[in-house]
């Protein structure tokens, strides 16, 4: 079993950034893929980016390349989305997600563990 917090959202101006946190509870979290999506009003859950059990590399969708970098640590089981130069588009609550999968993958069906979300607003 596998308790997922989010943390970090809040309101920034347009070219501002922000770092999310999820923090979970769970003995085996450390082999565990992690995502995180996203979901604006009206709109479907949106797969941002994952991270494998490693933490050497990120999968990102192209909308956030360059701009967002997931990372983790495993000592503090925790897993980070930084979000540098934040657009409008960015808005919405962002759920980090896990899954003792051997892949990353962008598929939300994927993940069996979600935490309640974090709400991300940009101005512009």
């Known amino acids: 079993q596998v308790q997922l917090v989010e943390s970090g959202g809040g309101l920034v101006q347009a070219g501002g950034s922000l770092r999310l946190s999820c923090a979970a509870s769970?003995?085996?979290?450390?082999?565990?893929?992690v995502a995180w999506f996203r979901q604006a009003p009206g709109k479907e859950r949106e797969f941002v980016a994952a991270?494998?059990?490693?933490?050497?590399?990120?999968y990102y969708v192209d909308s956030v390349k360059g701009r967002f970098t997931i990372s983790r640590d495993n000592a503090k089981n925790t897993v980070y989305l930084q979000m540098n130069s934040l657009k409008p588009e960015d808005t919405a609550v962002y759920y980090c997600?896990?899954?003792?999968?051997?892949?990353?993958?962008?598929?939300?069906?994927?993940?069996?563990?979600w935490g309640q979300g974090t709400q991300v607003t940009v101005s512009s």
């Open positions: 991270i494998g059990w490693s933490g050497s590399r990120g």
């Open positions: 997600a896990a899954d003792s999968l051997g892949y990353q993958t962008s598929s939300y069906q994927s993940y069996h563990y």
């Open positions: 769970g003995r085996s979290f450390s082999s565990y893929v």
